[in-house]
C-alpha cells in the first residue's frame, strides 16, 4: 500500500472532517450545465460523498467510487448513494455507461507518466460524447507534504497535450484558488469526449 492510500485508509476521519464541508457548487456549475437532466454520474475518488450528495440534490444520478474503506463507508452514509469501492488505475470500466465522470481531485497523487492511461482507462465507461471533469493542482513536479502523501503537479499545455491524444475537447476550463488552502491553485477542465 502507498503512503498516500495509507492515509486515507487510516485517516479518514480527519481528511472527511477537513474537506466536507467546503462548497462544492464553485467548481461543480461549470461541469454540471452541460449535463442533460438527471444525468448519470460516476465520481471517481468521491471521498466521504461530499460532491456525490451535491450532485444528487441537483437531481442527478450519482454513483460513487472509492479506494478508502473508511471514505466509502462516509460517502454512502452521507449520500445514501451506492458507492463501489476499487482502484481506478485497475478496474475494467467496460461494464459502465456513465454519462458523465467527476474526477475532482482524485488524481492528484498519481505520477505524471501514469495519467493518460488512468484517464483512458476511465473514459471507457463514458457514453458517446460524454462529459468528464477533471481537477489537478498547478504548478511544476511534485511536493510530499506533512502527511507523507506526495503530490504531483501540473501545467496547462501539457495537460491539453494529454487531453489531444485522448480524444477529449476542453469545453470549459478555470484557474482557481483552493477552497481549503489558498496557497494551491487548481486547474479545472470540463471535457467533452469526441
Known sequence: MTADLSYYQEHFIEYHQRTFSADSSSFLSPFVKVLPIAASILDVGCGSGRDVLWLKKQGFRVIGFENSTGLADLARKHSGCEIIEGDFETLDFREFNFDAILASGSMVHLPHPRLPQTI????????????????????????????????????????????????????????????????DMWLGYVLRMR
Do not use: M
Open 120 to 183: 483512458k482507462n476511465l473514459k471507457i465507461a463514458l457514453v458517446p460524447n460524454g462529459i468528464f471533469y477533471i481537477s489537478l493542482k498547478q504548478g511544476t513536479g511534485f511536493f510530499t507534504d506533512q502527511f507523507n502523501r506526495t503530490f504531483y503537479l501540473w501545467q496547462d499545455a501539457g495537460l491539453r497535450e494529454i487531453f489531444r491524444q485522448l480524444d477529449l475537447d476542453v469545453i470549459h476550463f478555470c484557474n482557481t484558488e483552493s477552497v481549503l488552502n489558498s496557497k
